[in-house]
């Protein structure tokens, strides 16, 4: 759903950017230095980007193309994030059968490649209207237009050349996003589900086998829906007994803190260890904290911060959870504002504000970072 309703928003650039320093360290020379300050080297703040690398951890948001070119935005994207997310929609790449349109992926990888980052490709099968091509929906009811040979000629075709295009600066794909939530047509009509996802990863691996290849789902706004959870699982360890190569699965955590569980953090490391039990690995792959209606907390912003700390500590603190996707960079542009259904125009879900200033949420990630090493180089458990 996010997908959809980030393509639908429209959004307004901030005239004027300011350079944060709240919550950071002085850029000063120190005083007493030296009496050359031009020989005073300045002091940079950590980022989040340098403790992931350390920790050989995947921190990323989105590719947000309409505000590409603000300089502001991709200052933050190349400094704080080590991957992104390039979306990469049949509607928008073949426009037509067989032809294909490889500009916003190719610019997607300069610009990864410019500042040292991976890519995480999304999403080669999604939901009609959000990512399939329109030439893609049935010509009478019913009928969905072509015969099943068809159908899985087109998909091989799609998702082998766009895998093949990206390369391995694209380091994981998203084969198939929420097929739980959403019947993914025609797809799940033409094949039926477990069908239709198998071939999608076989045609994946065909294409490129040292990427990635993850299974995505959504599990709800007050945390991971257990129920759910496990017939995702079920779906899994059924897929992977008949050779699927699904090499990781995500969980989005779009979640609102008016509606978040007190058993949040259990309901995570629930999915955490049915993940290690099916033998595939974790990303956090769509999170951001809507802060609640006005006077749900006496401190939101210290709530959405806390949030995200735990989060974060509870992934790090299970190996097998390699990575987390921040779902945008500033407040100024976030999905939640006018999403499709439930629209929250107060929406402040992000690690930046409307300015790019950081804010608290940013420094719970940046905290709990901290503590992961902390522990590490002290001996703690990896």
């Known amino acids: 759903m996010a997908l959809l309703s980030l393509l639908l928003a429209g959004f307004v650039l901030p005239s004027t950017v300011r350079r944060s320093d709240a919550g950071q360290s002085s850029a000063e ?6 009496s050359r300050p031009s020989k005073t ?6 980022t989040l980007r340098e403790y992931a690398d350390r920790l050989g951890f995947h921190i990323g948001t989105i590719m947000q193309m309409k505000i590409f070119d603000d300089p502001n935005y991709q200052a933050v994207l190349g400094r704080e994030f ?23 992926m190719d610019r997607d990888v300069q610009f990864a490649r410019q500042h ?40 091989k075709e799609w998702i082998q050349t766009v895998v093949r295009h990206g390369g391995d600066t694209y380091y ?10 959403n019947p993914n047509q025609p797809w799940e009509a033409v094949f039926g ?31 991971i829906d257990r129920a759910k959870a496990g017939e995702f699982f079920d779906l899994v360890q059924r897929l992977k007994s008949r050779g699927v190569p699904i090499d990781v699965v995500g969980t989005e955590m779009h979640l609102e803190a008016q509606q978040l569980r007190p058993t949040y953090l259990d309901e995570l490391r629930y999915f955490l260890s049915r993940a290690r ?18 006077g749900a907390f006496p401190d939101p912003m210290g709530r959405q911060r806390e949030i995200y700390h735990d989060v974060l500590a509870t992934c790090l603190a299970d190996s097998n959870c390699k990575g987390l996707t921040v779902w945008g960079v ?19 879900p992000l690690l930046f504000d409307e300015q790019y200033q950081k804010k608290p949420a940013y420094f719970g990630l940046l905290q709990a970072f901290q503590e992961r090493l902390t522990g590490d180089d002290a001996g703690g458990a990896k």
Not at 194 to 215: G, K, M, Q
Not at 278 to 292: C, N, P, R, S
């Open 172 to 181: 994981c794909w998203e084969v198939v996003n929420e097929p739980l939530s």
């Open 193 to 223: 589900r477990d069908e239709y996802i198998a071939r999608a990863f076989h045609y994946a691996r065909e294409a490129n086998a040292s990427v990635a290849l993850e299974l995505n789902e959504t599990f709800g706004q007050g945390g």
């Open 277 to 294: 039990a099916a033998g595939v690995q974790v990303y956090i792959t769509e999170m951001d904290v809507y802060q609640g209606p006005p």
């Open 82 to 104: 080590n991957v992104f997310v390039s979306f990469v929609f049949q509607r928008a790449v073949e426009t037509m059968p067989g032809q294909f349109n490889f500009l916003g």
């Open 41 to 46: 080297p300045a002091r940079t703040d950590p």
């Open 29 to 34: 020379p120190e005083a007493g230095s030296s």
């Open 116 to 155: 040292q980052m991976k890519l995480f490709g999304a999403s080669l099968i999604y939901r009609a209207g959000a990512v399939a091509a329109p030439w893609l929906a049935p010509r009478r009811g019913g009928d969905w237009g072509r015969s099943k040979e068809q159908y899985d000629s087109i998909m």
């Open 330 to 348: 500033s407040d100024i542009r976030s999905w939640l504002q006018a999403k499709v259904m439930n629209p929250h125009p107060d929406a402040k």
